[in-house]
């Protein structure tokens, strides 16, 4: 059963235009989430996390939003540009105590920003 | 040079052989996992390690042992390698501290298993 659900397999996005991704996720005892940005060939990157007790956090050109009551958190990303095309995968993160963690990653969202 | 080093990037396997895979890193960073990533799926944390006498098993452990020799090296090994675990695997690595403690990944090693 997926704890956290990434529901677009992908995403066609205009450069200059907002880009959108979506999470949904299911265990309520999550405290953070992360996303991670894949390029091919490459390993994913951390982009940017937001923790449980926040709606939002922004870097930048990304901000993340989290919805604790729909258990759904979104990636924007504006404006899009044609760097961004790549895979992105949301991860959220369950403490068991002691400094212990372990994330839990969706199947991942390929955005492709076209010029 | 990369701070996540994962060898060999690529291997091409007959089924029953052992196969290891190794991970080093120069982050200095005490945690160490390995995950695996499967078409149209994300990643399964296979195991990990938060020191190196500290070995967890993760997700998706069966079929897999690893070995933690230092600090800076952690390594997968498939004992008898079957079809079903060709994928993309992946090293990573990440300080101590809270949840939101971000991941550094290797660029992976593509294993596929004939």
């Known amino acids: 059963d997926q704890q956290v659900k990434q529901n677009s397999p992908s995403l066609s996005v205009q450069e200059g235009r907002i880009s959108i991704l979506n999470c949904d996720y299911t265990?309520?005892?999550?405290?953070?989430f992360l996303w991670y940005k894949k390029y091919p060939a490459e390993g994913p990157t951390f982009l940017i996390s937001?923790?449980?007790?926040?709606d939002k956090n922004e870097d930048g050109r990304f901000t993340v939003f989290l919805n604790k009551s729909a258990k759904h958190l979104s990636l924007h990303i504006v404006p899009s540009q044609p760097g961004d095309s790549a895979v992105y995968f949301c991860?959220?993160?369950?403490?068991f105590g002691a400094g212990s963690y372990q994330l839990t990653f969706g199947k991942g969202t390929k955005l492709s920003v076209i010029p | 040079d990369a701070d996540v080093t994962q060898t060999p990037r690529n291997r091409i396997t007959k089924t029953g052989k052992r196969i290891m895979l190794e991970c080093s890193q120069t982050?200095?960073?005490?945690?160490m996992y390995w995950y695996r990533q499967d078409p149209g799926l994300g990643l399964r944390l296979i195991y990990y390690?938060?020191?190196?006498?500290?070995?967890n098993k993760g997700e998706i452990s069966d079929g897999y042992s690893v070995s933690r020799q230092a600090q800076a090296k952690f390594s997968l090994s498939l004992e008898s390698a079957i079809p079903n675990q060709t994928a993309l695997y992946f090293c990573?690595?990440?300080?101590?501290?809270?949840?939101?403690?971000?991941?550094?990944f290797g660029d992976g090693t593509r294993l596929s298993i004939l």
């Open positions: 990573a690595t990440s300080d101590g501290g809270e949840g939101n403690q971000p991941q550094h």
């Open positions: 265990n309520s005892m999550f405290d953070y």
């Open positions: 937001i923790s449980s007790i926040k």
């Open positions: 991860a959220a993160s369950e403490s």
């Open positions: 982050k200095g960073h005490d945690r």
């Open positions: 390690s938060f020191d190196v006498k500290d070995i």
